[in-house]
């Protein structure tokens, strides 16, 4: 049971839009920022937006992401058919005084 | 460019002590204000962060394992360890060593190892 709550599966035709959910409490993303990683398949993660909202050099601006109160979201848009991956949220907690991630998104481009 | 390798024993008897190895090459793992963390990955599984220490020595663990884990570091080899004590089947995973750096005040994993699976059995 992770503590940041994430959909198990979107998906997408190419050329859409779509958004992945990330749900957490007052002591983690309530309070602290949100990291999103990339997860191609039999890769490690690759970072791909810190600080809720930035990407870091070489991500596409496709991708975009949001905070709200102890909520928080990836977009993609444009979606092409190498966005299919997993994806998962991260945030520092502060009462567990530690890194928590949530459970990872399965996105698949149909 | 910072690269990170993880190593050690793909293969572990229930109730020993598991002991991986993450060599840092392309920069000091002893310079500069980073975490040097460790992450694992059950397979069809998500991520979970196992522990951390801090170039300034201190060290955070993952509540849920803390008893079990102990992350060192080997500044004259540029590594740093995690060993897991007592481990059992439900520590077989693929294990990650990574970097947190802070980039305008925000933490987040910038670089990590292509990770290292280990299997615990007997």
């Known amino acids: 049971q992770s503590v940041l709550t994430q959909p198990p599966s979107a998906s997408g035709t190419p050329g859409q839009r779509v958004t992945i959910s990330c749900s957490g409490g007052?002591?983690?993303?309530?309070?602290?920022?949100v990291n999103w990683y990339q997860q191609l398949p039999g890769t490690a993660p690759k970072l791909l937006i810190y600080?809720?909202?930035q990407r870091p050099s070489g991500v596409p601006d496709r991708f975009s992401g949001s905070k709200s109160g102890t909520s928080a979201s990836l977009a993609i848009s444009g979606l092409q058919s190498e966005d299919e991956a997993d994806y998962y949220c991260a945030a520092w907690d502060d009462s567990l005084k530690g890194v928590v991630f949530g459970g990872g998104t399965q996105l698949t481009v149909l | 460019q910072v690269q990170l390798q993880e190593s050690g024993p793909g293969l572990v008897k229930p109730s020993q002590t598991l002991s991986l190895t993450c060599t840092v090459s392309?920069?000091?793992?002893?310079?500069?204000?980073?975490?040097w963390s460790w992450i694992r990955q059950p397979a069809g599984k998500g991520l979970e962060w196992i522990g951390r220490f801090y170039t300034s020595g201190s060290t955070n663990y993952n509540p849920s394992l803390k008893s079990r884990v102990t992350i060192s570091v080997d500044t004259s080899n540029n590594q740093f360890s995690l060993k897991l004590s007592s481990v059992t089947a439900a520590d077989t995973a693929v294990y990650y060593c990574?970097?947190?750096?802070?980039?305008?005040?925000?933490?987040?994993?910038?670089?990590w190892g292509q990770g290292t699976l280990v299997t615990v059995s007997s």
């Open positions: 600080g809720s909202d």
């Open positions: 007052s002591s983690n993303i309530g309070r602290n920022s």
């Open positions: 990574a970097r947190q750096a802070m980039v305008r005040g925000v933490i987040s994993f910038d670089y």
């Open positions: 392309g920069g000091s793992i002893s310079s500069g204000n980073y975490y």
